[in-house]
């Protein structure tokens, strides 16, 4: 398997493209969230991951950086399937409100004959806490991660029998996960800043936390490879060095601080 990373930034990011990323087995794609326009569409074919391939997609929540880019998809599959050049049936997974975001605006900005696949070929599934599908050819469980801001899930993908994947979402993780992400081999997490950047982009205020608080969770939770994502973007060029400096005094594991495009393998 391998996680690609199309794009690593916060909401309101022109250095880089908001935070959403593919985990792919073979020819077989998971996306999730689609960052906040028609950039993704960019994103993919640079990634050399072909949007036709794709049958699965979660939306993590309703924000704008994460679910208007799936708008774009839902236009691009549709036409495709109007036109017999898209196989079978695509299925976006969400909570019961996004998902009737999603078909709204479907409903408000497609064409008709487009807007008629959502509900259909484009299906629209409901996720709640513990619920558990099939996605890629892997045991993938979706949890809440009980936020205040506004509802959202992450999940957990199994690599194999023993071996997970965690992902929490836009936001630090919180005890009510701990059945999901603790000793899990891979954690994708966010990561608004670096300590020492607090006080210029209050990320607590924005329900984020800071790369050493990140680091520092992952150790506790003994995570075995951990991802950082979601940040500012104010020197890309040397944030890798930057936040990989910080998070190593705090986590022991492999940590990697990707850039948009940065495929990892996943084993």
Known sequence: MKLTMLGTGKAVVTECYNTCFVLSDGK???????????????QLKSAGIDWKEIRDIFVTHRHM??????????????????????EGKARIYGHKKVLCILDDMSHMLLAKREA?????????????DGDVFDIIGHKTTF???????????????????KDKLA????????????????????????????????GRYAPHEKHHSTVEEACATA???????LVLY?????????RKERYTAEGGK??????????DLDMIEIS
């Not at 150790?219 to 490879?225: A, C, D, I, R, T």
């Not at 705090?250 to 850039?259: A, E, K, Q, T």
Request: glycine share 10%; hydrophobic share 35%; with cysteine.
């Open 28 to 42: 077989k794609h998971f996306l999730v969230d689609g960052g906040g326009g028609s950039g993704i569409l960019k």
């Open 65 to 86: 950086d994460h679910i208007l880019g799936v708008m774009w998809l839902i236009r691009m599959i549709a036409q495709a399937m109007k036109q017999d050049e898209y």
């Open 116 to 128: 008629e696949f959502v509900g259909g070929r484009i299906q629209l599934v409901p996720v709640s």
């Open 143 to 161: 949890f809440n991660i009980h936020s205040t801001k506004t509802k959202q899930h992450g999940f957990t993908m199994y690599l194999n029998k």
């Open 167 to 198: 992902c929490c979402g836009d936001e630090p993780y919180n005890d009510t996960e701990r059945m999901y992400v603790q000793g899990c081999k891979w954690l994708l997490h966010e990561a608004f800043c670096l300590t020492a950047d607090e």
């Open 219 to 225: 150790e506790k939770l003994h995570v075995e490879n």
């Open 230 to 238: 979601h940040t500012e973007d104010s020197d890309v060029a040397s």
């Open 250 to 259: 705090y986590f022991s594991g492999n940590l990697y601080v990707p850039d």
